[in-house]
């Protein structure tokens, strides 16, 4: 009997059938991924801008100090209703004058000294000119001395009792720089502030007695009922938004959203600093409440909300939830789940965006199932499982 001998190639190409086999056993055998999908749907979709937004007193009044003096205690309370040029919102009387260093005394102790000698000069003139008019008048009245020279002398009596007057005030305000404080010289008068408008008063800076200087801000007053929010925006976002577009107002402390309305977009731009240290370029948007007051009522000067500014809408438009969204390279993807349960890499075209749904403008049609999340194990052509499906 003759043995069949089996050659290295053909043990090889055995070898090689079984592998594939097992490999394709192996790939029907492997368990699905387990997926969350979303649906792609019709309907209407809204873009916002989101940001933080603060309540203001719409024309608010910061009453400060006329002049540089003693401001007396505040007598009024944040709350505390105010009438316009009536009621005295604060008192400011003159300071004490401030203390002197040794120049300054020396100085004042010098020009009293020299003051006093004028005064003592100007009084021996007016003297002089005294005794020549006693000389003069009985001579004038027998006829020996002509009328224009009595005259003369009586002019200079006049003019050096003026000089002495006027040194004797010199003197007196030269003594006046000697004036420190505790030495029990008072001042006259105090200014009383009125608030130049109906309202309330807002804040009290500083309740207590206290020196100021002009300028200084003692009572800030309005009327909370008229309220309107700011909220600044980056440059980039601001530039999308139009006067009168729609605004909610959350998260303000109500159980509803505040309807509101962009009435100012200010045409300039200032620089400000996030708290991670970034440097950006912000633009105050001014909202109206189109509420009536009693739904905000209990608003504030200086609350805080959140604040979504409408930029762009439609009624009815294809929409995909952004979490089945990923970039690969300049182009937007996504993976649909096909009719043999098995993930596909599809090229999708995209629009708008908001929080939640992107405006799908190709690639895919109303009704297709798309995966949310795909993590690393979802591949092209790889089997999934729906775990749940999550509609928009």
């Known amino acids: 009997m003759k043995r069949k001998i089996v050659t290295g190639p053909r043990i090889i190409g055995?070898?090689?059938?079984?592998?594939v086999l097992l490999a394709l056993v192996f790939l029907i055998r492997a368990p699905a991924v387990e997926v969350e999908t979303g649906v792609v749907s019709r309907g209407a979709m809204t873009v916002t801008v989101d940001d933080l937004g603060e309540t203001r007193v719409t024309n608010l009044y910061a009453v400060s100090a006329p002049i540089t003096g003693e401001l007396l205690r505040v007598p009024l309370k944040p709350g505390d209703p105010v009438a316009a040029g009536a009621t005295v919102l604060a008192r400011v009387r003159p300071a004490e004058p401030g203390p002197l260093d040794a120049r300054v005394l020396r100085q004042a102790e010098a020009n009293i000294r020299a003051a006093a000698a004028d005064l003592a000069g100007a009084r021996e003139q007016e003297a002089l000119a005294e005794r020549e008019l006693a000389r003069i008048e009985p001579l004038a009245g027998r006829g020996f001395v002509a009328q224009a020279t009595l005259d003369r002398a009586r002019t200079a009596r006049e003019q050096a009792a003026r000089a002495a007057e006027a040194a004797a005030q010199r003197l007196e305000a030269a003594r006046a720089t000697l004036i420190v404080p505790g030495s029990r010289a008072q001042g006259r008068g105090?200014?009383?502030?009125?608030?130049?408008v109906s309202g309330y008063v807002l804040i009290v800076p500083?309740?207590?007695?206290?020196?100021?200087?002009?300028?200084?801000?003692?009572?800030?007053?309005?009327?909370?009922?008229?309220?309107e929010m700011v909220t600044d925006l980056l440059s980039a976002d601001a530039v999308q938004v139009e006067p009168g577009a729609a605004v909610s107002i959350e998260g303000w402390g109500g159980q509803q959203a505040l309807r509101g309305t962009v009435r100012l977009v200010e045409p300039y731009g200032f620089t400000k600093f996030s708290a991670l240290g970034v440097e950006e370029q912000r633009v105050n948007v001014v909202i109206d409440f189109a509420e009536p007051r009693e739904a905000w009522r209990r608003l504030g000067h200086g609350y805080r909300a959140t604040?979504?500014?409408?930029?762009?809408n439609a009624g009815d438009v294809a929409r995909v939830p952004i979490s089945a969204l990923f970039r690969s390279g300049n182009r937007w993807m996504t993976f649909v789940v096909d009719g043999s349960g098995r993930a596909r890499?599809?090229?999708?075209?995209?629009?708008?965006?908001?929080?939640?749904?992107?405006?799908l403008r190709g690639g895919l049609t109303p009704g297709a199932r798309v995966i949310l999340h795909p993590g690393d194990r979802v591949a092209d052509g790889i089997r999934v499982r729906e775990r749940s499906q999550l509609g928009f």
């Not at 055995?14 to 592998?19: E, G, H």
């Not at 500083?206 to 309220?227: H, I, K, N």
């Open 345 to 359: 890499l599809t090229p999708v075209e995209i629009g708008r965006m908001n929080d939640e749904v992107a405006e």
């Open 307 to 312: 604040v979504r500014i409408t930029v762009w």
């Open 14 to 19: 055995a070898l090689i059938v079984v592998a």
């Open 206 to 227: 500083q309740e207590s007695a206290r020196v100021v200087v002009a300028g200084t801000t003692l009572v800030e007053v309005g009327d909370p009922a008229r309220l």
């Open 190 to 196: 105090a200014v009383s502030v009125t608030s130049p």
